[in-house]
């Protein structure tokens, strides 16, 4: 078998590399979006009672983010199915079935 044949002729490398990107975008915006409604909080220390509550001086805008997280959805799915077509058109070539 040849190897890096996928690499030389497909844009799957780079697809693939996107895709992992995107989940990373998405786990940096989910775990933005869990601090702001624990106040910034890691979610397992809970404040004692009449402790010291701390004033965010970088509040998360919510909304915000979830039209990112929205967006950032979008692109997994294209990018996921246009790797999808790489494949199958990979497939396709090797099957042999250009046709006639």
């Given at each position: 078998?040849?190897?890096?044949?996928?690499?030389?002729?497909?844009?799957?490398?780079?697809?693939?590399?996107?895709?992992?990107?995107?989940?990373?975008?998405?786990?940096g915006?989910?775990?933005?979006?869990?601090?702001?409604?624990?106040?910034?909080?890691?979610?397992?220390a809970?404040?004692?009672?009449?402790?010291?509550?701390?004033?965010?001086?970088?509040?998360?805008?919510?909304?915000?983010?979830?039209?990112?997280?929205?967006?950032?959805?979008?692109?997994?799915?294209?990018?996921?199915?246009?790797?999808?077509?790489?494949?199958?058109?990979?497939?396709?070539?090797?099957?042999?079935?250009?046709?006639?």
């Open positions: 078998m040849l190897f890096g044949l996928i690499d030389r002729v497909t844009s799957a490398p780079q697809l693939k590399s996107a895709l992992d990107k995107s989940v990373e975008r998405s786990r915006i989910a775990d933005r979006v869990s601090k702001a409604t624990l106040q910034n909080g890691d979610g397992f809970l404040e004692a009672r009449g402790g010291n509550t701390k004033v965010n001086a970088n509040p998360v805008n919510v909304e915000d983010e979830m039209v990112a997280l929205a967006d950032e959805q979008l692109r997994f799915l294209a990018t996921s199915k246009l790797l999808e077509k790489t494949y199958a058109s990979l497939r396709t070539a090797i099957k042999g079935g250009g046709g006639a």
